[in-house]
């Protein structure tokens, strides 16, 4: 149960804050929904209370999972499926739409390592700054660091090889 200015993260939007709780009459019956301010863009989301673990909506992580994260960044010791650009997309995609930080950080580390040997489609590149500033927002947050700095940190794990 989140409370009025709790940060919470929604799958593939990234961390938000919940502004409100709202009751709204659907269907001839009363429910209640977090309204949450995504940080990144501002976008406005309602999640019915009793929809909140199917919406996968969860907290910030905590600071001692941060570690975890960069060993997962820093892991080359993995396989890139040779498919077509697009069925890799469709599976990073729903890797990101879990809205597990692991996951995402494990599309980010992917897409920098098929870099290296490829170009990326136009689609490729988008999600690989998308995982990335998912990342950053919510290391960020769980360090009580500058996204500056968190940026900055990810981006020397795949300069030096």
Known sequence: MFKIGDLAVYPAQGVGIIEAIESREIGGGKQKFYVMKIMSNGMKIMIPLDGVKSAGLREVIHEKEIPRIYEILKNREITIDK???????????????????????????????????????????KMMDTAKGLLVKEISIAANAEEAKIEEDINTIFTVQ
Do not use: H, M, P
């Open 83 to 125: 498919q077509t650009w697009n069925k890799r997309y469709r599976e990073y995609l729903e890797k990101i739409k879990t809205g597990s930080v692991f996951e995402i950080a494990r599309v980010l580390r992917d897409l920098c390592v098929l870099k290296i040997d490829k170009n990326l489609s136009f689609g490729e590149r």
